[in-house]
């Protein structure tokens, strides 16, 4: 059984920065893809930004250029670092990895924007 773990997240003002962190544990031998999505109320979850082994970093267009996703394979973490925080990113964002052939979530934490 693999867990996820995230870290991070809170209230923060319209411009500012925030950075989300997510651990895997448990047994694990190799994490295809590490990758953040965010849920708000009513809407489907969406993909922010993905790191698959050998690929390069995939963004949603809506946040190009303001978030940076990094991985640390020796220590199976995803990292998310969000800067020009806007209010329409406040939302849950959820961890998310493909580990040996399955797909678990973190439980998800909230961001708040305010204007």
């Known amino acids: 059984q693999v867990q996820l773990v995230e870290s991070g997240g809170g209230l923060v003002q319209a411009g500012g920065s925030l950075g989300l962190s997510c651990a895997a544990s448990?047994?694990?031998?190799?994490?295809?893809?590490m990758a953040w999505y965010r849920q708000t109320p009513g809407k489907q979850r969406e993909l922010v930004a993905k790191?698959?082994?050998?690929?390069?970093?995939s963004y949603a267009d809506s946040v190009k250029g303001r978030f940076t996703i990094s991985r640390n394979n020796a220590k199976n973490t995803v990292d998310l670092q969000m800067n020009s925080l806007k209010p329409e990113d406040t939302a849950v964002y959820y961890c998310?990895?493909?580990?040996?052939?399955?797909?678990?979530w973190g439980q998800g934490t909230q961001v708040t924007v305010s204007s």
């Open positions: 790191s698959v082994s050998g690929s390069r970093p």
């Open positions: 998310n990895a493909f580990v040996d052939g399955g797909e678990y």
């Open positions: 448990g047994s694990i031998f190799y994490i295809r893809l």
